[in-house]
Antibody, heavy 122, light 112 residues
Framework: QVQLQESGPGLVKPSETLSLTCAVS?????????WGWIRQPPGKGLEWIGS???????YYNPSLKSRVTISVDTSKNQFSLKLSSVTAADTAVYYC???????????????WGRGTLVTVSS | QSVLTQPPSVSGAPGQRVTISCTGS?????????VHWYQQLPGTAPKLLIY???NRPSGVPDRFSGSKSGTSASLAITGLQAEDEADYYC????????????FGTGTKVTVL
């Protein structure tokens, strides 16, 4: 079955760049679908960060757009998140997920990774 | 700050029916965009519960149902069970600014 697995540093210093990768198994990213990142600060709700189509088209949360880059590497069957100039407010569990829906306005997330906690601290 | 508002908590005894509201506006639910629901058990990733307002993915019990009307949507759980104790989130699309997927504020369901 299709599985997603996040990986990356669990601790990032303030003002630096957070980098995470989501490895997809059981499905070839190049075959289609949108793929996204969602985060959840400790004890708080979910926030969509952005999504990428297998072709490389990207869509970002307007509130984070200036700091976010999402990319896809079809040769490694994975996609990545970079969030620059991080602060303590970016401390969260970061999830990668598959998004279904023909249009960006139809998106819903049917498969999720287990999530990885990233702490921003010096 | 989310544009979709949910009650912080709801509770019910085993076997009872509970409903969770998700209130939006004319730029999201009221604009006709679909609403989806997720269940998040403690310490785990969210799980898709309802998509396209009222559709259940394979494997989701029919005790869970969704509906939408105007600028709001609702998730109903009938025959409440202890295993239903979790956080629940609605999700939709908001066309304001540049457009964005948005999640609700979340609701904690407690089984008494």
């Amino acid at each position: 079955q299709v599985q997603l697995q996040e990986s990356g540093p669990g601790l990032v210093k303030p003002s630096e760049t957070l980098s995470l990768t989501c490895a997809v198994s059981g499905y070839s990213i190049s075959s289609g679908y949108y793929w996204g990142w969602i985060r959840q600060p400790p004890g708080k709700g979910l926030e969509w960060i952005g999504s990428i189509y297998h072709s490389g088209s990207t869509y970002y949360n307007p509130s984070l757009k200036s700091r976010v880059t999402i990319s896809v590497d079809t040769s490694k069957n994975q996609f990545s998140l970079k969030l620059s100039s991080v602060t303590a407010a970016d401390t969260a569990v970061y999830y990668c997920a598959r998004a279904l829906g023909w249009l960006t306005s139809d998106w819903y997330f049917d498969l999720w990774g287990r999530g990885t906690l990233v702490t921003v601290s010096s | 700050q989310s544009v979709l508002t949910q009650p912080p908590s709801v509770s019910g005894a085993p076997g009872q029916r509970v409903t969770i509201s998700c209130t939006g506006s004319s730029s999201n639910i009221g604009a006709g965009y679909d609403v989806h629901w997720y269940q998040q058990l403690p310490g785990t990733a969210p799980k898709l519960l309802i998509y396209g307002n009222s559709n259940r993915p394979s494997g989701v019990p029919d005790r869970f149902s969704g509906s939408k009307s105007g600028t709001s949507a609702s998730l109903a759980i009938t025959g409440l069970q202890a295993e239903d104790e979790a956080d629940y989130y609605c999700q939709s699309y908001d066309s304001s600014l540049s457009g964005s997927s948005v999640f609700g504020t979340g609701t904690k369901v407690t089984v008494l």
